[in-house]
């Protein structure tokens, strides 16, 4: 059975970091792509970054280049967003993907002042 935790959410501040994490299980985690998305109030579910299986190659959102880095750890099947310099926009629930399946519940993030 494939789970996904996330945790990490919280308020920030504008300009502040947060670092999300996904511990995940129950799928062979290293031959996985993975992926964070985001969906703010009132807005779809938009993909904020993807990473390969074996974490060489990554990609963004343009709203997030320079700004947040994705990462992973085979060896604790956990897979990371560093988001710094957050923006009031950045505000939503963050899901951890495994690309092309399963969900994880969603980790709150609000940047707010």
């Known amino acids: 059975q494939v789970q996904l935790v996330e945790s990490g959410g919280g308020l920030v501040q504008p300009g502040g970091s947060l670092r999300l994490s996904c511990a995940a299980s129950g799928f062979t985690f290293s031959r996985a792509a993975m992926s964070w998305y985001r969906q703010g109030p009132g807005k779809e579910r938009e993909l904020v970054a993807i990473?390969?299986?074996?974490?060489?190659?990554?990609r963004y959102a343009d709203s997030v280049k320079g700004r947040f880095t994705i990462s992973r750890d085979n060896a604790k099947t956990t897979v990371y967003l560093q988001m710094n310099s957050l923006k009031p926009e950045d505000t939503a629930v963050y899901y951890c993907?495994?690309?092309?399946?399963?969900w994880g519940q969603g980790t709150q993030v609000t940047v707010s002042s």
């Open positions: 990473i390969s299986s074996g974490g060489g190659s990554a």
């Open positions: 993907n495994v690309v092309g399946g399963d």
